[in-house]
């Protein structure tokens, strides 16, 4: 028997797909395709093992800018949120970062670094780490105060409190940040693949647009968010894993 | 009566506490028989939670000293345990994990800070919730959690800063019953901050009447005729009634 997690995400699924495919053959626009036809789409781009060699590109600035707005992204968030100091140098940086439109922002990531792996881990990073850092100093300036006092009344040091309660204690919205930091961070990795020079997904969604081919197109889409869907269910996994009292009963 | 010297466990001398320009507490000096508790008493903002957390260690003094058992005390100590009006529980434990935290902020092992929590998860009546998160637990639930996490230390000296007052009225009279018999079964001395004259007078061996900024006691009351009388029967003593009566017309005139 399926869980009600699991069912709820299959039965949405099936609404959107079945929505998707009923949208296509209604002929709502010319260029959208029907489900099915993507799909024949990504499975011919399967066999032929285009979309593989297609994701080795496109998954190395992705995996890489991912990995450090994670690491670095809550790692400065915790010190942000920790010294005020600290926060009057780097806040501004992320607030603006995440202010400015990336269109104005690549000429001059390719001026300074090319238009090679640099500059898409850059972008990648430059969408996802704004949201990580200011969730993170956020929750940690926020930690309820009775709780750091109740640690500090039973002999606990400088380092149990912020290991044992501030962390712990902001992990739901540090989560959160890392949710939508990283959803972004994988629209950056195709949008710099679009913008600075193409290669892997990001040239089949490009390639297939010039010449027509809109089931090639969508089916490139499809899975690039179908990839970010199956990676922010592990982050949830890993969530739970981490902290297992965040799982307050919700919905699903 | 025969004059009994009781040691003092904690004493109070000539504390102020000034927050910028208020005055929160001045020149107050109290002392704490041991084995015996003592309510602070008195309207909001009169201090009492001030005290209580500077006896803690958890505020600083800007005058005066604070002596436990002898020694000066600045800081939190393992004499002193703290139960709080909030519960002060970390959301993220369970029930065993946050009675245990004090034992596991002194580095106590696993095994061994389990086994000592269990047994006082099952004193304040929650056993079979260990593996329960707070949120899963109603608010007199949680009090207990906090109640045996300040108990599993086994400090001497037990603080509560108005442990009841976040709870419903039915669980609260049933606390205020259950820590006449704590005082009784265990062997330490608890400091009582309420706002409530009637629990004060139903749990306290003495009261100190705390008056509002600054704050200095006004008196100190030791109800004794009824205190060995059984938990039901002392809300109608004759002589509990009054002293309650007479608290509230002295805290009167402050309040109006």
């Not at chain 1, 961070?185 to 647009?209: M, N, W």
Request: aromatic share 10%.
């Amino acid at each position: 028997m399926l869980s009600r997690s699991l069912f709820l995400k299959l039965l949405s699924g099936a609404l959107i797909f079945g929505a998707w495919e009923y949208a296509g053959r209604t002929g709502v626009n010319y260029a959208l395709p029907t489900f099915l036809e993507s799909m024949k789409a990504l499975f011919d781009m399967t066999v032929s093992g285009l979309i593989f060699e297609a994701y080795a590109d496109t998954l190395r600035p992705l995996a890489i800018g991912v990995l450090i707005s994670s690491f670095i992204g809550v790692g400065i968030g915790v010190w942000v949120g920790l010294s005020e100091k600290f926060d009057w140098m780097f806040s501004p940086i992320f607030i603006i970062m995440q202010a400015a439109p990336l269109a104005a922002l690549i000429p001059l990531l390719i001026m300074a670094y090319g238009i090679g792996l640099t500059s898409k881990v850059f972008v990648v990073c430059i969408m996802a780490m704004p949201v990580i850092v200011l969730n993170t100093s956020g929750a940690v300036k926020n930690t309820p105060s009775s709780v750091k006092e109740m640690a500090r009344s039973f002999l606990g040091s400088e380092k149990d409190v912020i290991l044992k309660i501030i962390i712990p204690a902001a992990s739901p919205v540090i989560f959160a940040g890392l949710r939508l930091g990283v959803s972004a961070g994988f629209i950056g990795a195709i949008l710099a693949e679009l913008k600075i020079t193409p290669t892997g997904v990001g040239d089949i969604i490009s390639y297939s647009r010039m010449t027509a081919d809109y089931p090639s197109m969508y089916a490139a889409i499809f899975s690039i968010i179908l990839l970010a869907v199956l990676f922010l269910n592990l982050l949830e996994k890993i969530e739970n894993y981490l902290f297992k009292g965040n799982n307050q009963g919700y919905v699903s | 009566m025969t004059k009994e010297i009781l040691e003092n466990a904690v004493s109070v001398k000539g504390v102020y506490k000034n927050y910028g320009e208020v005055e929160a507490l001045r020149d107050m000096s109290l002392d704490f028989p041991k084995g015996q508790l003592t309510s602070l008493l008195g309207p909001s903002g009169c201090g009492k939670t001030t005290l209580l957390k500077i006896i803690a260690g958890l505020l600083p003094a800007t005058q005066g000293e604070v002596i436990v058992n002898g020694k000066v005390v600045t800081k939190p100590g393992p004499d002193r345990a703290f139960v709080f009006q909030d519960f002060a529980l970390m959301p993220w434990a369970n029930v065993i994990r946050n009675v245990a935290f004090g034992l596991e902020l002194r580095g106590v092992g696993k095994v061994e800070r389990e086994e000592i929590a269990s047994k006082y998860i099952g004193n304040v009546g929650l056993k079979g919730f260990e593996y329960s998160f707070p949120h899963e637990l109603s608010g007199g639930m949680r009090q207990r959690v906090g109640l045996a996490r300040a108990l599993s230390v086994d400090s001497p000296v037990l603080l509560m800063d108005e442990p009841f007052s976040a709870v419903d009225e039915q669980t609260r009279r049933k606390f205020q019953e259950d820590l006449l018999n704590l005082v009784k079964n265990e062997n330490k001395t608890f400091i009582f901050v309420t706002h409530s004259i009637e629990e004060a007078v139903y749990v306290s061996d003495q009261i100190a009447l705390l008056l509002p900024r600054p704050s200095r006691v006004s008196e100190i009351i030791k109800p004794s005729g009824f205190r060995h009388k059984d938990v039901d029967s002392i809300r109608k003593d004759s002589e509990y009634l009054d002293t309650v009566e007479s608290i509230w017309k002295s805290l009167r005139t402050y309040v109006e």
